[in-house]
């Protein structure tokens, strides 16, 4: 299934419209990359569910 | 104790949504039998409270019950007629009458681990106690808040009107405490996480960072159709008025979870590891730093979700708890509104401010302080040490 457009997006959508977030992209990416080897939870988990598995 | 395996545990904790009640084999007590009997269980300080309330219960007791109900149909002997809306693992809701029955799913040989941290303790003790019902203690505790809050005039929603004990095989497997409640309705099944997912999370707080700017993203999770500065304000005020009476709910039960707005009120629940501290006219300082610590370990583990990321990957261990706490100090409105609270009855009571500004930093250096603070905001060591989120505990109190 084809995920929907990330909501943080949209954040920047109404308050940063001008802002080129392209160059900020790979810096993101490693860094999700570098937790996801390091974690047993898929950081595309809704963070409801993660924080409410964690009470 | 002998580690509990939460691969044995967890596929007991989900319960079906409606469910069938049984009548089981046992006793029914009336609150002031029970008080009678088991009143042994609390220090002798809290007994007082207790005797002090006696009148609160019928001394015939509640006529609701001939004999207990349970969910679990393996130690039923007949199907009632009426039946329950699930809460929670262990307890339910008998909608139609407002009677909520707390530990009515006994199931025999199943242990579920219990936390406690004891007073002037830094590190939390584990125990196991029987799955799905209350201990004798655990029932003694609720009646106890129930009175506390009476008695020093906090609001409570749920009166306890009997007590069930079940008889298995000739064994007791524990006791339910039967209570009147308007509502179940939990605060927690309004909680507002916009939808993110701990990626999304992550990528704005560190966009935010790179390019310096800040997106509309609020600082912490709220609750949908409830004010923050009104949730932080009222829960911020009940807890210090709690605290400041002697009354601390402990580890398990300070819980997000039980939260409950009833009537344009805010409510907490769940007092089954309650415990009421005799409060001195001066405190020592041993009682300060201990008094602080079960105040704010109690606080973060109640405090709505900091939608903040914290990179403490090149922080060594003993600057990951400071870093977390002055994030969490920073956008909390729940600590910002209690600590107004508690320092107001600090300087009411002519205690020293500043030993207790002491004693709450000295706090976060404390053992179990790093690993509480560690839930409050996402950071890389709580995604790195967590267990897989199919081995939770966690199950919904709410309908």
């Known amino acids: 299934m084809k995920r929907k457009r990330p909501i943080w997006r949209k954040f920047f959508e109404k308050t940063l419209a001008r802002v080129d977030l392209k160059p900020i992209e790979p810096i993101v990416s490693q860094h999700i990359h570098t937790l996801q080897k390091q974690s047993v939870v898929d950081p595309r988990m809704s963070l409801k569910d993660f924080v409410r598995a964690r009470r | ?399």
Request: charge should be positive; charged fraction near 25%.
């Open chain 2, 1 to 399: 104790m002998a580690k509990l395996k939460r691969e044995k545990i967890v596929p007991h904790l989900k319960q079906k949504k409606v469910l069938a009640l049984y009548r089981a084999a046992g006793k029914v007590f009336s609150i002031q039998d029970f008080i009678k009997k088991f009143s042994s269980t609390l220090a002798p300080h809290e007994r007082v409270t207790i005797a002090e309330s006696l009148k609160l219960f019928p001394a015939q007791g509640s006529r609701l019950f001939a004999h207990p109900l349970t969910s679990n149909p393996g130690i039923g002997i007949s199907r009632e007629r009426s039946s329950a809306i699930a809460i929670g693992s262990r307890s339910a809701f008998i909608t139609k009458r407002h009677i909520k029955l707390k530990g009515c799913r006994p199931i025999p040989d199943l242990h579920f681990p219990h936390e406690q941290l004891d007073f002037g303790a830094q590190e939390m003790l584990t125990q196991k106690i029987q799955f799905g019902s209350l201990t004798a203690e655990n029932t003694m505790r609720e009646i106890l808040a129930f009175c506390f809050f009476k008695k020093h005039g906090i609001r409570v929603l749920h009166a306890p009107v009997a007590v069930f004990e079940y008889v298995f095989k000739n064994r007791s497997l524990g006791f339910c405490l039967v209570s009147l409640s308007p509502t179940e309705t939990r605060l927690e099944a309004d909680e507002d996480y916009f939808g993110l997912s701990i990626a999304d999370l992550l990528s704005i707080r560190l966009v935010e960072k790179e390019l310096g700017v800040k997106s509309s993203l609020p600082a912490e999770v709220g609750f949908k159709g409830v004010g923050q500065w009104w949730y932080a304000n009222e829960k911020g005020k009940l807890l210090v008025s709690m605290n400041f009476n002697g009354g601390f709910r402990g580890i398990l039960n300070s819980n997000l979870g039980n939260d409950l707005v009833h009537q344009r009120k805010l409510y907490i629940c769940d007092f089954d590891t309650f415990r009421v501290l005799k409060m001195p006219t001066k405190p020592s300082e041993k009682f300060i730093c201990g008094f602080c610590l079960w105040s704010i370990i109690e606080l973060l583990k109640s405090s709505p979700f900091i939608l903040e990321y914290a990179d403490t990957r090149k922080l060594a261990q003993s600057r990951i708890s400071a870093e977390l706490w002055s994030i969490y100090k920073k956008n909390s409105s729940l600590w910002q509104s209690y600590h107004g609270y508690f320092f107001a009855e600090v300087r009411k009571r002519g205690w020293s401010v500043q030993k207790f500004e002491k004693a709450i930093e000295h706090v976060a250096s404390s053992k179990v302080f790093s690993e509480m603070i560690l839930d409050n905001l996402l950071n890389p060591k709580l995604l790195a040490e967590t267990y897989k989120p199919e081995l939770s505990f966690y199950v919904p109190q709410f309908m």
